[in-house]
Structure formats: C-alpha cells, structure tokens
C-alpha cells in the first residue's frame, strides 16, 4: 500500500488550475519538474483551489515549494487573507495555516472544540523560494504544524472530544497575502501529501511517458498518455493487457542523500465492461515487477499510486544507477 496521497500540480492533478502553468525560472526546481503554478494580481485577488485526496490513517503531511508574492511581503493589509485551510469529509474546518495583519506572519491554528491559534516566527520573504510542510494530526487531540525549509514556524494543539475527522482537502486560499501595491506575483509547485511520511527534505522527481517500450497490447496511443490531457486515454478490453514505455524528463537533484522509493502515478476509470481494476509495474532485465492491483470506479477518473521502497529485483535500495528505464501500466 502506497504512502501517497497525492502528488503533483498539473491540471490532471488539481482541478481549477489549468491555464496557470508557468515555466517561468523561479516558480519551480527545473531538477524536478518543467513548470510551476504562477499567480499575479492586486492583493485584493482570491483565487483558490484545492487539492483532495483519501483520508490518511496517521499523520498527514503536506510539502510544497512556495514563492510568496514579489510586494511588501512583510505587509499583510487584508484582514481576510488567507493561506491553506484543511477540511475533513464533513466539509468541517480542521486546521488553517493563517495570514495575520497584527503580526505580518504566518500562524497554525487548530480547529477542534474551540480554536486555538499558535504564535509564529515566519516572515514571508519578498519572493524568495522556500519549502513549505506541514504536519496535521486529527485524534483525541488535533495538533498542526508549519515548517519552513524544514524549521518549525508555528504550532497548535487543541482538543477534539466533538470527533472532528481526518482531513481530506486542503484549500490553497490565495487571499490578500501580502502587501498594498496593485500587482503581485507568486508560486506554488511540487505539491505532496503523504500519509505518516515526514514531508521535510523529501522530493518528488516528476517523468512522463516517452515511448512505447516492450508491451503494447493496450487501445490507443501513448500520446494519450504523455500529453497532460485527462479527456484523452488508453483503454483495455481484457485483464492482462500491458503497455509499457520510457520515460523522458528532468532526472533529479545532482546530489541525494537517498532515494527512498519509485512511485508510478496513473489516472484511471473502469468502463462499462472489462477489467474495473489497474496496477503499475516496473520492467528491469526483462522481468515484470507488478503492484497489487487496486479497483477503480466507473463514475469519475481517480488517481492510482504504485510505489516501490526498494528494487524489486534484489530488495536492495534504490540508487542512481539502479532506477527503471521501463514503467508501465497493467489491466487487472
């Protein structure tokens, strides 16, 4: 069973976003990825969006890359301004991380039987990237955490004897976060959310579908898969079918500490008839090394994760030098 809740911020990842790709240098890590989530506006501008996802069995975290807005940063004017806000299945209020105008700082605070908002240390700096995460923990109990490029910014804990539930959405506010003067810019990119799994120092190298490789016994073409459009796919008419292929992109950071897994992402729905379930796999020295296939519904597309901590060929950790060349996907 995969960690991950969710991974990254393309419109097939987030709904609401298209239109706001960006390649521009400094909304993104080009190590990771091939562009960013870009915003500009007056500071009176809200644009949200929100990214859902299962509700975790332990701690959630979330990890971004973030850029706040390039204007008196340090000026929060609005009294409304709004950063992330956490939602459980109820749609109730869990947890926000929140814009403060008598502090110009960011504050963590918890939602559970009263509110409860932690004092903060973090200045959003004019326009300068950094690395986002924060821990939310809903029990008896609900605490929630802010880092900054892995330092501990705010906290809250607060009674939750009313069971308030696990979080499921997060809500990207976007609203008056800095400053007085009519134009902003700001970004986000490289958005995950884990399940127990300290999103701190971790990331997410994101490749996509190159060429077909060894199998191709699936209806359509692998354009359907590499093109960023959730309207146009691959279908498979019988449990069994494979389709596997390259994979082309950025490779990653130049020096890791570690690698600690490969996770292959998919979009998928069941038809009206044939297989209703689909897994990843990975395709080294000519053997098949397959995920537990997950069933899929038939209403709406949904995200599937297949991940691997280790190589599946000899248990051994994961390196630069051991990584799949062949991914694929298989009809269950």
């Not at 929140?98 to 509110?115: I, Q, V």
Request: proline share 6%.
């Amino acid at each position: 069973m995969s960690y991950i809740l969710h991974l990254g911020h393309q419109p097939t990842d987030i709904s609401g976003v298209a239109g706001l790709l960006s390649t521009v240098a400094a909304g993104f890590d080009d190590t990771l990825d091939v562009n960013g989530l870009r915003f500009s506006g007056a500071r009176t501008l809200a644009t949200p969006f929100a990214v859902g996802f299962p509700a975790p069995a332990g701690d959630l975290w979330l990890g971004f890359r973030y850029v706040p807005p390039n204007l008196d940063s340090e000026s929060i004017t609005q009294a409304n301004a709004g950063f992330l806000e956490f939602f459980d299945a109820e749609n109730i209020r869990i947890a926000q991380i929140r814009p403060l105008t008598s502090t110009n700082r960011y504050h963590a605070e918890a939602h559970g039987d009263t509110l409860v908002q932690g004092s903060s240390s973090y200045f959003a700096p004019n326009g300068q990237a950094q690395w986002v995460d924060v821990r939310l923990s809903v029990d008896a109990d609900i605490t929630v955490e802010f880092f900054v490029d892995g330092v501990l910014q705010s906290a809250a804990t607060v009674a939750n004897t009313g069971g308030k539930g696990k979080p499921v959405q997060v809500v990207f506010a976007n609203t008056g976060l800095h400053g007085t003067g009519s134009s902003r810019t700001w970004y986000y990119a490289h958005i995950a959310v884990l399940d127990g799994v300290s999103t701190i120092g971790r990331r997410f190298v994101r490749r996509i579908p190159n060429a077909i490789a060894t199998f191709n016994e699936m209806v359509g073409s692998i354009d359907a898969l590499n093109d960023s459009d959730i309207a146009t796919r691959v279908a498979s008419t019988t449990a069994g079918q494979r389709m596997s292929f390259s994979l082309t992109g950025p490779t990653g950071p130049a020096t890791v500490s570690a690698i600690a897994g490969v996770h292959l992402k998919q979009i998928a729905q069941a038809g009206t008839d044939g297989p209703d379930a689909t897994a990843g796999f990975l395709r080294m020295a000519g053997v098949n090394h397959d995920a537990a296939p997950l069933t899929v519904p038939s209403l709406a597309p949904v995200p599937v994760y297949s991940s691997w901590a280790v190589n599946p060929a000899d248990a051994s950790p994961w390196s630069d030098l051991t990584l799949p060349n062949e991914v694929g996907i298989l009809s269950a």
